[in-house]
């Protein structure tokens, strides 16, 4: 078991460079990887199984008793990240695909990796994890409906399927890892270590069934990928920090905000993608290209982060988020 739980955090560490080495494998090699496009929904809702086995009402504490910050963090999150990418396929006239998956990257909910990024960073894990939480259960409303309003002048979007698929590959698995983590405590605790290994591997999955099913549409229009992920993320990243910062809140909740708002459920939009735009291979290729860039971009922020002292008495930092 100990070397399990070495193997684990050793994937969790490296878990950008494990999808990057996976991605190139896939895109040299697809024949190896092709037979993980039939998977791709249990992939994610193994994922999602985590994290509702890792799922507490502490999670959602918060909401209840200190409201402010929490409502401030999920709408900047659902309102950030998709006006930005509405912004970005104008800007760089995108086309209909790629424009569609980077809304759709923009429109789901914050991802799990960033609650440990908040951690290193210094900032205030409690509101990151209740971020995400809240932010994964109005996924089924938000998502769907931001991407209708959004990339319908693009790509044709029904909504109301997209939200039973988000309630199949998000909600039920998570309801299920709760009813899991309620009546199988002791098996939990004594494997809850592991599940960042579960989770590279499921992630890593996914990547590699988008890039091994579309190595010419990479290799076609790979840089525009590229440019678009990353300026969406990076953007999302500094806008969440500068306006936590014109809100005048502490400089840890400014740090968990911007995350938050940056580093979203990639995976996620991949596998919707790929279910709801078939006949458009391109829009999934966003959600995998962001799978990587977000962890990579997320811990070069949190280890800056981490080396400069948090300061909440700061002249502006009035608001004392906890």
Same mark, same amino acid.
């Given at each position: 078991?100990?070397?399990?739980?070495?193997?684990?955090?050793?994937?969790?560490?490296?878990?950008?460079?494990?999808?990057?080495?996976? +991605?190139?494998?896939?895109?040299?090699?697809?024949?190896? $990887?092709?037979?993980?496009?039939?998977?791709?929904?249990?992939?994610?809702?193994?994922?999602?199984?985590?994290?509702?086995?890792?799922?507490?009402?502490?999670?959602?504490?918060?909401?209840?008793?200190?409201?402010?910050?929490?409502?401030?963090?999920?709408?900047?999150?659902?309102?950030?990240?998709?006006?930005?990418?509405?912004?970005?396929?104008?800007?760089?006239?995108?086309?209909? +695909?790629?424009?569609?998956?980077?809304?759709?990257?923009?429109?789901?909910?914050?991802?799990?990796?960033?609650?440990?990024?908040?951690?290193?960073?210094?900032?205030?894990? /409690?509101?990151?994890?209740?971020?995400?939480?809240?932010?994964?259960?109005?996924?089924?409303?938000?998502?769907?409906?931001?991407?209708?309003?959004?990339?319908?002048?693009?790509?044709?979007?029904?909504?109301?399927?997209?939200?039973?698929?988000?309630?199949?590959?998000?909600?039920?698995?998570?309801?299920?890892?709760?009813? $899991?983590?309620?009546?199988?405590?002791?098996?939990?605790?004594?494997?809850?270590?592991?599940?960042?290994?579960?989770?590279?591997? /499921?992630?890593?999955?996914?990547? +590699?069934?988008?890039?091994?099913?579309?190595?010419?549409?990479? /290799?076609?229009?790979?840089?525009?990928?590229?440019?678009?992920?990353?300026?969406?993320?990076?953007?999302?990243?500094?806008?969440?920090?500068?306006?936590?910062?014109?809100?005048?809140?502490?400089?840890?909740?400014?740090? +968990?905000?911007?995350?938050?708002?940056?580093?979203?459920?990639?995976?996620?939009?991949?596998?919707?993608?790929?279910?709801? $735009?078939?006949?458009?291979?391109?829009?999934?290729?966003?959600? /995998?290209?962001?799978?990587?860039?977000?962890?990579?971009?997320?811990?070069?922020?949190?280890?800056?982060?981490?080396?400069?002292?948090?300061?909440?008495?700061?002249?502006?930092?009035?608001?004392?988020?906890?």
């Amino acid at each position: 078991m100990k070397l399990f739980i070495h193997i684990s955090n050793f994937s969790n560490k490296y878990f950008a460079f494990i999808t990057i080495l996976v +991605a190139v494998a896939a895109f040299y090699m697809p024949g190896g $990887f092709n037979w993980l496009n039939n998977y791709m929904t249990i992939l994610l809702g193994i994922v999602m199984f985590g994290m509702g086995l890792t799922m507490t009402p502490n999670d959602f504490k918060l909401v209840l008793t200190k409201p402010v910050p929490v409502i401030i963090g999920v709408i900047l999150q659902f309102t950030i990240m998709p006006l930005l990418a509405f912004g970005i396929a104008k800007l760089l006239n995108l086309p209909p +695909a790629l424009a569609a998956g980077i809304i759709l990257v923009g429109s789901v909910p914050g991802g799990t990796a960033s609650n440990v990024m908040v951690y290193l960073a210094k900032g205030n894990v /409690a509101l990151s994890v209740t971020m995400t939480s809240v932010s994964t259960m109005l996924a089924p409303i938000m998502t769907p409906v931001l991407l209708y309003l959004l990339a319908g002048q693009w790509i044709p979007v029904n909504p109301f399927a997209m939200f039973i698929s988000i309630i199949q590959v998000i909600i039920v698995p998570i309801v299920l890892g709760l009813i $899991f983590q309620r009546f199988f405590p002791v098996a939990v605790d004594k494997s809850i270590e592991i599940l960042p290994l579960i989770s590279v591997i /499921a992630i890593s999955g996914v990547v +590699a069934a988008v890039v091994s099913g579309n190595t010419e549409n990479i /290799a076609s229009s790979g840089a525009l990928i590229f440019v678009t992920v990353l300026l969406h993320n990076w953007s999302g990243l500094l806008l969440g920090f500068l306006v936590a910062t014109v809100l005048r809140l502490n400089e840890e909740t400014r740090r +968990a905000i911007s995350i938050e708002v940056g580093i979203q459920n990639a995976g996620l939009g991949t596998t919707l993608a790929s279910a709801h $735009f078939a006949a458009q291979p391109l829009a999934a290729l966003p959600g /995998a290209i962001a799978v990587v860039m977000h962890v990579i971009s997320g811990s070069i922020l949190a280890s800056i982060w981490s080396k400069i002292p948090v300061n909440n008495n700061k002249k502006g930092n009035k608001r004392e988020i906890a």
